[in-house]
């Protein structure tokens, strides 16, 4: 098979060390020399010229901006990703060595970037200017697609013929829905009874192999790996790093949406840290090719799962924050996506919160669901690790780190239709019961409860 | 308060003898001299006049298309419902005279049309040009949201304190998410101990008032009647004809998907009918202001409840169809949003299937539960009530009524991860139990079933 890119255009990097290796080839995602974590470079030069050459404006960032305005809202059945997935309209700064044919997309990504609404201005501080991007309005209800849609096409292009992961949630919904488009089998491996149909009914219905094995969650780990380290089987967890190049766009819609203007600061929840890396190395870049960046990162974890919350201080150094890291043992939240007390990304995150001058913030459980109740007062349902990112947002104003007039956008990373268990069971009290049929009773229920 | 339109610009108009209402007054949403069901008519002249002096081109429609055209993908926070809505986008076809100041909108309509997969193209006959609207891709998860945006900005433009329905599925929803973000008060009528708090997580988490009553369903239904008629309560039910106008925008976006050429087939579900009464009414429209429209509409309904299609007869009239026709009792189907035996939107249904030269299917429930299945292999999580109209499709393509290389639309009216149960039974026979955690066993079931 004739290689998509060359290692020269598109290459994976240990993040500690700087060692090399081959993105297309490369399956066991943590550096052979150091076991550092990977990011993906490309060689952007050649890719942004050619953009630059489009229009020949003085400034190559007016031409990138005028290109990705162009491409948005022209998506058709026809016309092909870069024009129809708000994923792949960045294709040069995400991808772009990749030829077209393997790019394997559901249209995902033209997802909305709200204000906030009036209930939530006033739980959160009405004194800034607070967004949310809507990122599960997505093919499978949850931000995994930004992701999901590079990842697998990396996987095409390297002739991958299966993909597998140990997750009950968007993970494995995204896995097996790009898989499916793809054509390229997917497995996800769970403990044998841990796990309910209902939590597994997206990878049933995207026709994942769904095996339970006679173990624990740590066996399951266990055979991944053997299985992704000896029998070319792709993993589609965090580990991934073409996932991460997937996720930047979150920072190129949100500029985009404000008119090429960057916020004060994104928001976002931490749990494996794929979004805070994805932020960061996204805003990075936008700085790289000649934006001006001043963004800030707020990551934000719950009280039962913040070993990066907990290690970190303001005006920490990498390095410090490193020595203090500790990871612990996780409580009980409602926010489940993000209960992992020792995130595969955490050195990453630490990168990404320090070089934007970030912050971190606990969000605690009582706020983090009465977030996710106010956002549905003014319409929006979101998934209860939203609540973590927009709680976070509530006590960095309490405590003066983000401050009036600043414009901050909070990540929004699933629809609350994927978590209506831990809602309902918070809602049913709400209920009203009439006492009779008659008209006027229950008028006045309606009028004055 | 000021009136947002004239009688004579926008008003109601009885469908059956012509008697005219108030639309920013009338209640009782029947004509009260003859009960039949109201259509929404516009003075369409002058906002399509100055439409067209937009650019000024020869023929009209050669504007609209280039004015809706620039408006897609223009959205921002900022910008307006006109911009970053996908409903609002054709304004001047559906509302033109409501001043934007009254429109309630989440951002809905800016949904993918993509073109069928692998599995489903060999499944329902690969002879077809076959193409899904994926309207669950929405703020609240169904195509209720299309219609919900115009009904609340109505509501909010008369001044409505409060709007009612009696449902336990997308119509809620959609109230519920509407009425919040407009301010307005919602209530949702049920009977007591016929409903689960999981059937009802978003109604309130969207702050709706749920109010269960000592009765059955049809005492939810009279109460509601009575409140409506003397409390000034607004009915977001099927039979509020604003809700019809914002569904007319699945054949604008339909015909924009394919640079203006509308396909030779729409398929919907019908179950109240107004996916096709709006379907039927959208493509009228567009004939009427200059496009060449040629599309027939495929209504389908599943064996469980198909009063429609079982007193349909090719080239019927629409008085034989009358009198042919008969509410049915129900039987049992996954597809519960469409279990319905007597349609309240019956008589527009026949309208537009005969207007169209359109056709009925019955979808059974193997094949409608296939067809969702199906789809999910191509990597589109839909919901039953889409895999009655792919089900119709397989059915008209068998019947030859669809013929060799034509062009069909299916309407996808929610995503399946509102109806998780009925697919969930369906799936757990698909989990695979590993006999042990070795490596090469996993790996032979990934590769060999």
Redesign the interface.
Same mark, same amino acid.
């Given at each position: 098979m004739k290689r998509a890119f060359t290692k020269d255009q598109t290459w994976l990097q240990c993040m500690d060390c700087g060692y090399r290796a081959d993105l297309l080839n490369e399956r066991f995602f943590r550096c052979p020399k150091c076991q550092g974590l990977y990011d993906i470079h490309h060689d952007l030069n050649p890719p942004l010229k050619a953009l630059a050459r489009v229009y020949e404006l003085e400034r190559p960032d007016l031409t990138y901006k005028r290109v990705f305005d162009f491409?948005?809202?022209?998506?058709?059945?026809?016309s092909g990703p870069v024009l129809?997935s708000g994923v792949w309209r960045f294709k040069e700064l995400i991808m772009p060595y990749l030829p077209e044919k393997h790019i394997i997309s559901?249209?995902e990504g033209?997802v909305?970037?709200?204000?906030a %609404?009036?209930y939530l201005r006033q739980w959160v501080g009405d004194s800034i200017d607070l967004?949310i991007i809507l990122e599960g309005?997505?093919?499978?209800?949850s931000f995994k697609d930004f992701g999901g849609t590079v990842m697998m096409s990396i996987a095409k292009a390297a002739g991958i013929?299966?993909v #597998?992961c140990a997750s009950t949630g968007d993970t494995s919904a995204m896995a097996a =829905?790009?898989a499916?488009?793809a054509?390229i089998?997917c =497995?996800v @491996?769970l403990p044998?009874g841990k796990v309910t149909?209902?939590q @597994?009914?997206?990878p049933?219905?995207? %026709?994942a192999?769904?095996?339970? @094995?006679?173990?624990d969650f740590d066996?399951c780990m266990?055979?991944m790996q053997? @299985?992704v380290t000896?029998?070319r089987?792709y993993p589609a967890n965090s580990l991934n790093p073409s996932r991460i190049e997937g996720h930047q766009v979150t920072v190129f819609l949100i500029a985009?949406? /404000?008119?090429w203007e960057l916020p004060d600061w994104i928001a976002v929840p931490v749990g494996n840290g794929s979004n805070c890396s994805s932020v960061g190395k996204g805003l990075r870049l936008m700085s790289q090719v000649g934006f001006k960046v001043k963004t800030k990162i707020l990551g934000c974890q719950s009280q039962a799962a913040n070993p990066l919350a907990l290690s970190w201080k303001n005006a920490i150094s990498i390095q410090e924050w490193q020595n203090a890291y500790k990871s612990i043992k996780v409580g009980e939240t409602t926010a489940t996506a993000a209960r992992i007390g020792n995130p595969v990304s955490c050195k990453k995150v630490m990168r990404e919160i320090t070089l934007s001058n970030g912050e971190m913030q606990t969000a605690s459980e009582k706020d983090l669901n009465e977030a996710?109740?106010i956002c549905?007062?003014?319409?929006? /349902?979101v998934c209860p690790q939203t609540g973590i990112a927009l709680a976070g947002v509530k006590n960095a104003v309490r405590d003066g780190q983000i401050q009036k007039n600043e414009r901050v956008v909070v990540v929004s990373t699933a629809?609350?239709?994927?978590f209506?268990?831990s809602?309902?069971?918070n809602?049913?009290k709400?209920?009203?019961? =009439?006492?009779? #049929?008659k008209?006027e009773t229950?008028?006045n229920?309606?009028?004055h409860?």
């Amino acid at each position: 098979m004739k290689r998509a890119f060359t290692k020269d255009q598109t290459w994976l990097q240990c993040m500690d060390c700087g060692y090399r290796a081959d993105l297309l080839n490369e399956r066991f995602f943590r550096c052979p020399k150091c076991q550092g974590l990977y990011d993906i470079h490309h060689d952007l030069n050649p890719p942004l010229k050619a953009l630059a050459r489009v229009y020949e404006l003085e400034r190559p960032d007016l031409t990138y901006k005028r290109v990705f305005d162009f491409r948005a809202g022209k998506g058709t059945s026809w016309s092909g990703p870069v024009l129809s997935s708000g994923v792949w309209r960045f294709k040069e700064l995400i991808m772009p060595y990749l030829p077209e044919k393997h790019i394997i997309s559901l249209q995902e990504g033209n997802v909305p970037i709200v204000r906030a %609404g009036k209930y939530l201005r006033q739980w959160v501080g009405d004194s800034i200017d607070l967004y949310i991007i809507l990122e599960g309005q997505s093919p499978t209800g949850s931000f995994k697609d930004f992701g999901g849609t590079v990842m697998m096409s990396i996987a095409k292009a390297a002739g991958i013929e299966a993909v #597998c992961c140990a997750s009950t949630g968007d993970t494995s919904a995204m896995a097996a =829905a790009y898989a499916a488009a793809a054509n390229i089998r997917c =497995a996800v @491996l769970l403990p044998k009874g841990k796990v309910t149909p209902a939590q @597994l009914v997206q990878p049933l219905i995207y %026709g994942a192999r769904v095996i339970t @094995l006679p173990g624990d969650f740590d066996d399951c780990m266990r055979v991944m790996q053997h @299985l992704v380290t000896n029998y070319r089987i792709y993993p589609a967890n965090s580990l991934n790093p073409s996932r991460i190049e997937g996720h930047q766009v979150t920072v190129f819609l949100i500029a985009q949406n /404000f008119e090429w203007e960057l916020p004060d600061w994104i928001a976002v929840p931490v749990g494996n840290g794929s979004n805070c890396s994805s932020v960061g190395k996204g805003l990075r870049l936008m700085s790289q090719v000649g934006f001006k960046v001043k963004t800030k990162i707020l990551g934000c974890q719950s009280q039962a799962a913040n070993p990066l919350a907990l290690s970190w201080k303001n005006a920490i150094s990498i390095q410090e924050w490193q020595n203090a890291y500790k990871s612990i043992k996780v409580g009980e939240t409602t926010a489940t996506a993000a209960r992992i007390g020792n995130p595969v990304s955490c050195k990453k995150v630490m990168r990404e919160i320090t070089l934007s001058n970030g912050e971190m913030q606990t969000a605690s459980e009582k706020d983090l669901n009465e977030a996710v109740a106010i956002c549905g007062r003014d319409g929006y /349902f979101v998934c209860p690790q939203t609540g973590i990112a927009l709680a976070g947002v509530k006590n960095a104003v309490r405590d003066g780190q983000i401050q009036k007039n600043e414009r901050v956008v909070v990540v929004s990373t699933a629809t609350g239709l994927k978590f209506t268990d831990s809602a309902s069971n918070n809602l049913k009290k709400e209920i009203i019961s =009439a006492p009779s #049929c008659k008209t006027e009773t229950v008028l006045n229920l309606i009028m004055h409860t």
